[in-house]
């Protein structure tokens, strides 16, 4: 059974960085065409998709977020890793770890993370 469970701080303060971590249960980073997202939603918004780490290990990334956007794995603990720099208020939102696969998606519960002073 495959299971993502996001963790991270809850608050962080504006021009800090964000760090996220999805720990995996049930799967393989490096399983042929498995691709770990990450995925936000802002308060009132739509789902974001912000990046992914392909199995291969190749990243990928909003352009709109991409000088701020760093995604990468430990393959020894079986987790992706988010780091987002210069937050600011605008990037308050509940973050999701999201595995996509051939044949359907699984999601983490997903954590809020909130940006203030």
């Known amino acids: 059974q495959v299971q993502l469970q996001e963790s991270g701080p809850g608050l962080v303060k504006p021009s800090q960085t964000l760090s996220l971590t999805c720990t995996v249960s049930g799967a393989s980073l490096t399983t042929d065409y498995y691709y770990f997202t990450w995925i936000r939603q802002p308060p009132g918004k739509g789902l974001e998709w912000m990046g992914a780490i392909a199995y291969s290990g190749s990243t990928y990334y909003r352009p709109s977020l991409k000088s701020r956007t760093s995604i990468s794995r430990d393959t020894s603990k079986n987790q992706i890793t988010l780091q987002l720099t210069s937050v600011t208020p605008e990037d308050t939102a509940v973050y999701y770890c999201?595995?996509?696969?051939?044949?359907?998606?699984?999601w983490g519960q997903g954590t809020q993370v909130t940006v203030s002073s």
């Open positions: 999201n595995l996509l696969t051939g044949w359907g998606d699984y």
